[in-house]
């Protein structure tokens, strides 16, 4: 696994990538792309970080492991490709978008539009082996993505986190809360959201009146 990453990244996180976990982590998802179907697609896998950089970044939504359906994962958390059909997550994340602010329910599932913004939509895994979640899960991904939070909880102010669900809840522990807002609710999964756990959240707009008063300019969602 070649780390091709974006420049501001490469220089946040390269005590990581020289870290013994990382090299192991390396050697495991190398393998694994070369026996079996995994997701995203190799070059998408740091597409979260190669899109929103960290000098742009100013909202994280945080995600368990991507997709594991053919065509689905592209590397950024929740969203899928153009033309490619809405997972149930995504549909219950789009339904809270238009009761939340008014935006009408959209015909692409793809949110490169908000990762452009300065949301990151992070994994707190970012492969997984076709057909089974959560198969790459406690091999190294989660200290790399720990330390994603980390250094921008530490060298940044501002930022509103979403954490959606048990799973990104427990990452927010590596977040300064006196210089960040945190924004926490269930997972959007039909399991969660039919619990009355997700809908009726506001994050959306929360998050823009937090970055009006930053001074920042709100995310066209």
């Excluded at 026996?35 to 899109?51: E, G, S």
């Excluded at 940044?156 to 960040?180: E, S």
Aim: charged share 20%.
């Amino acid at each position: 696994m070649q780390v091709r990453l974006e420049k501001s990244w490469q220089n946040q996180l390269a005590s990581q990538f020289e870290a013994p976990y990382f090299k192991e982590l390396t050697h495991f998802v190398r393998q694994e792309y070369e026996q079996f179907t995994c997701f995203p697609p190799a070059k998408d896998i740091f597409n979260a970080l190669d899109a929103t950089p960290f000098d742009s970044t100013r909202v994280v939504i945080l995600g368990q492991d991507p997709y594991h359906g053919a065509g689905q994962a592209h590397g950024l958390s929740f969203s899928v490709p153009i033309g490619v059909e809405h997972p149930p997550s995504l549909k219950n994340i789009l339904k809270e978008l238009e009761t939340d602010i008014g935006k009408p329910y959209p015909e692409s599932g793809s949110l490169i539009s908000w990762a452009k913004q300065g949301v990151l939509l992070l994994n707190a895994t970012l492969s997984v082996r076709s057909g089974q979640a959560g198969s790459h899960q406690k091999k190294g991904w989660e200290p790399f993505t720990d330390a994603v939070i980390r250094s921008l909880s530490e060298n940044k102010a501002g930022i509103v986190f979403m954490l959606w669900g048990n799973y990104a809840k427990k990452k927010g522990k590596h977040i300064d809360r006196l210089k960040h807002l945190v924004l926490e609710a269930g997972h959007p999964s039909p399991l969660s959201a039919n619990r009355g756990l997700w809908f009726g959240n506001a994050h959306f707009s929360q998050a823009n009146a937090y970055l009006i008063q930053q001074g920042y300019t709100p995310v066209n969602w």
